[in-house]
């Protein structure tokens, strides 16, 4: 199968990230604050402790669950049950073949195939979350729960985001993202980072995902 690349992604994204709302955004999205205040999703990487990711970086844990409960993601039981029982040992298998410490610009595309093992677990989660989501969502559930796993190398990619980026007719997220990821955007990304003081556990995609949703949101 032959993936389309969007080639004009890049320079879109560069105009969102460069911004200075690009930081204003990004503060407010992590910025602490009293219970049922703010956004939620600034607790979608804090569910769970470093080392008990790290410990579990090839194995689907109930943590990852409820954190997608951050992303407005709650799955019913029947498909969490089949996530950390019957199905954990697949997924797991699948996972130990996932870079676990790269960066989505550094992987070679074939690990982004649709016969790499990425691809693979993220139809087995979409195929999975049918019901897991309102109005077709699966997709995005799969999204969210592998970018959990792979925060380093698999982009979030919800309905908001897909309007606002407006991806070419046919192309493919994650290798269109993957080239438009140059030098240049992702020196932008580190820049916004540091100047919304952000913790080391938000990664360039995740830095860049929420930049967009939050750029969506004031453009809906």
């Known amino acids: 199968m032959q993936l ?15 911004g200075p709302q690009a930081v204003d955004d990004l503060r407010a999205y992590f910025e602490d604050g009293p219970p049922n205040t703010g956004y939620a999703g600034r607790w979608f990487e804090q569910i769970g402790t470093p080392a008990d990711q790290e410990a579990n970086r090839n194995r689907l844990t109930a943590d990852d669950v409820v954190a997608l409960s951050a992303l407005s ?20 298998e699948l996972l130990t073949e996932i870079p676990a410490e790269a960066d989505l610009w550094d992987v070679p595309r074939s690990e982004l195939s649709p016969k790499s093992a990425a691809y693979r677990l993220f139809t087995k989660f979409r195929a999975m ?24 190398l698999i982009p979030i990619y919800d ?3 897909s309007h606002l980026v407006d991806l070419g007719k046919g192309a493919n997220w994650w290798i269109s993202l993957q080239q438009a990821l140059t030098d240049d955007l992702r020196s932008q990304l580190e820049h916004a980072h540091k100047a919304a003081e952000l913790s080391p556990l938000i990664t360039p995609l995740r830095t860049l995902d929420v930049i967009l949703w939050m750029r969506a949101r004031h453009t809906s």
């Open 159 to 161: 309905t908001q985001v």
């Open 129 to 152: 979350a049918w019901n897991g989501g309102e109005h077709g969502t699966s997709g995005v559930t799969a999204s969210k729960l592998l970018a959990r796993k792979r925060p380093r």
């Open 73 to 92: 993601i709650r799955l019913p039981i029947a498909v969490s049950a089949r996530l950390l029982g019957p199905d954990a040992d697949e997924i797991s």
């Open 4 to 18: 389309s690349i969007d080639t004009s992604l890049a320079g879109r994204l560069r105009q969102i990230v460069e």
